[in-house]
């Protein structure tokens, strides 16, 4: 089964471990069949053996079943070994479908991170363009506020003559009123 490997590191290790779990349970179910199937036969050796001892009428009947029984344990041993080999596959196919799913939410997260950082980035040149423009306003203002100064400067000596003026005015405006009263 050729498959992409993944980018992420861990999930590939996890996939391989767990395919190597997977054979390794394979090869230990096998080899436990296997040795039930030999004791079985050493079991049905002993018996014949005692059988064969005894002779007579008996060992013929024996026989006849002790060949029953071994091509039973021939059919068990085998239909042991498919099922074995069924439930392997079978762990497998959830295996490789493991992957994907992890594939899938994999290349998700990423398209999802992606979006974020390009949502922060245009966050972030939203957040600096008004401070560059910030930074050349006061540059224009200062330009434009020194010749502002030079006609403010000669604008404001008339109006501090005028505040000097004011005073009296209203020193002498209420003296007047007296006088404009009597």
Same mark, same amino acid.
């Not at 490997?5 to 054979?23: G, I, V, Y």
């Not at 400067?153 to 009296?168: D, E, I, Q, S």
């Given at each position: 089964?050729?498959?992409?490997?993944?980018?992420?590191?861990?999930?590939?290790?996890?996939?391989?471990?767990?395919?190597?779990?997977?054979?390794?349970?394979?090869?230990?179910?096998?080899?436990?069949?296997?040795?039930?199937?030999?004791?079985?036969?050493?079991?049905?050796?002993?018996?014949?053996?005692?059988?064969?001892?005894?002779?007579?009428?008996?060992?013929?009947?024996?026989?006849?079943?002790?060949?029953?029984?071994?091509?039973?344990?021939?059919?068990?041993?085998?239909?042991?070994?498919?099922?074995?080999?069924?439930?392997?596959?079978?762990?497998?196919?959830?295996?490789?479908?493991?992957?994907?799913?992890?594939?899938?939410?994999?290349?998700?997260?990423?398209? +999802?991170?992606?979006? =974020? /950082? @390009?949502? #922060?980035?245009?966050?972030?040149? !939203?957040? $600096?363009?008004? *401070? &560059?423009? %910030?930074?050349?306003?006061?540059? +224009?203002?200062?330009? =434009? /506020? @020194?010749? #502002?100064?030079?006609?403010?400067? !000669?604008? $404001?000596?008339? *109006? &501090?003559? %005028?505040?000097?003026?004011?005073?009296?005015?209203?020193? =002498? /405006?209420?003296? #007047?009123?007296?006088?404009?009263?009597?």
């Amino acid at each position: 089964m050729a498959s992409k490997k993944s980018k992420n590191p861990e999930l590939t290790q996890a996939a391989d471990s767990l395919a190597e779990a997977a054979h390794h349970v394979g090869k230990a179910v096998s080899q436990k069949v296997d040795q039930i199937g030999a004791a079985a036969t050493a079991e049905l050796n002993k018996v014949k053996s005692a059988a064969k001892a005894k002779g007579g009428q008996a060992q013929g009947k024996l026989e006849t079943l002790l060949k029953r029984a071994e091509t039973k344990l021939k059919k068990a041993t085998g239909e042991a070994q498919k099922s074995l080999n069924k439930a392997v596959r079978q762990a497998d196919k959830k295996m490789t479908q493991a992957k994907k799913a992890a594939k899938v939410k994999l290349t998700e997260l990423q398209k +999802a991170a992606k979006a =974020a /950082a @390009k949502a #922060a980035a245009k966050k972030a040149a !939203k957040k $600096a363009a008004p *401070k &560059k423009a %910030a930074a050349k306003k006061p540059a +224009a203002k200062k330009a =434009a /506020a @020194k010749p #502002a100064k030079k006609g403010t400067a !000669k604008k $404001a000596a008339p *109006k &501090k003559a %005028a505040r000097k003026t004011a005073p009296k005015k209203a020193a =002498a /405006a209420p003296a #007047a009123t007296p006088s404009t009263s009597a």
